[in-house]
């Protein structure tokens, strides 16, 4: 089983992405946080194997949140998702360590196949041809 930690600031879309991702086989959400501060102390706690984290969010930008995550749970993967993507947003993504990168508006079963091939050691970059969620590149 896949445990999956949402982090974003908009309640909305962590509803969505909760009963998305709680309706595939094999990953159950594990928690939620409505911004990148809030991770460091649900994280450990939740003990996740995928983090699904906001890019742009008040507080702590998610590529910081992400690298703070990281220094401290090596065995956590994270997976910046975001409604717009930059190659500035693209490459703190990767700097901060993430396995991959999505667009919130892409196709739904993407997000699947990325959370289960990041949880299996995989990536899911933009325009990676190895990626399960190939798209354009920034």
């Known amino acids: 089983m896949t445990r999956v930690l949402i982090v974003d600031d908009h309640a909305f879309v962590r509803t969505g ?3 998305l991702l709680n309706a595939a086989d094999g990953i159950v959400v594990v928690g939620e946080c409505a911004d990148g501060a809030e991770v460091p ?4 706690r939740v003990r996740p194997d995928v983090v699904l984290m906001d890019v742009e969010m008040p ?3 998610g590529p910081d949140a992400a690298r703070t995550l990281l220094t401290g749970q090596s065995a956590v993967r994270v997976l910046m998702v975001s409604a717009s993507m930059t190659p500035r947003t ?3 993504a990767a700097a901060a360590g993430a396995s991959g990168y999505l ?3 892409g196709d739904p079963k993407a997000l699947v196949t990325a ?3 990041i949880a299996a050691g995989g990536t899911a970059w933009p325009g990676d041809p190895a990626s399960p969620t190939r798209g354009p590149s920034p």
């Open 17 to 19: 992405l909760t009963a």
């Open 41 to 44: 102390g649900v994280a450990p």
């Open 59 to 61: 507080r702590v930008w």
């Open 90 to 92: 693209l490459s703190d």
């Open 103 to 105: 667009l919130k508006g």
């Open 115 to 117: 959370v289960r091939t």
